[in-house]
């Protein structure tokens, strides 16, 4: 069972920035965030494959950017212009094969961090 422990959440102000980390305790292949805002479904925000290819949602494309340490083992979210409509808790997740990383798709991933709340004020 591999552990995923997110950080760097928090509040900012809309147009500003955040940078979300997610580090995990064993080896997984694809990385990826989700997130869910109260009375929505959960949607998937970006993933990175270990080998570096990354996919991202349409509605944060060109705004948010995400990566992986060298070691592999940790996941990044840089989230810039934020706008009120992204506030969210924020979920890692991750695999041992690549297929979520190109789906987005929740079921696709096997392990899950707790979450990490992202509140943007306009």
């Known amino acids: 069972q591999v552990q995923l422990a997110e950080s760097g959440g928090g509040s900012v102000q809309a147009g500003g920035s955040l940078r979300l980390s997610c580090a995990a305790s064993?080896?997984?292949?694809?990385m990826g965030w989700f997130r869910q805002a109260p009375g929505k479904e959960r949607e998937g925000v970006a993933a990175?494959?270990?080998?570096?290819?990354?996919t991202y949602a349409a509605s944060v494309k060109g705004r948010f950017a995400v990566s992986r340490d060298a070691g592999k083992s940790t996941l990044y979210l840089q989230m810039n212009r934020l706008a009120p409509e992204d506030s969210a808790m924020y979920y890692c997740?991750?695999?041992?094969?690549?297929?979520?990383?190109?789906?987005?798709?929740?079921?696709?991933?096997?392990?899950w961090g707790q979450g990490i709340l992202v509140t943007v004020s306009s």
């Open positions: 990175a494959e270990s080998r570096g290819i990354s």
């Open positions: 997740a991750a695999d041992r094969v690549d297929g979520g990383c190109s789906s987005l798709s929740a079921g696709d991933f096997q392990f």
């Open positions: 064993g080896y997984v292949s694809c």
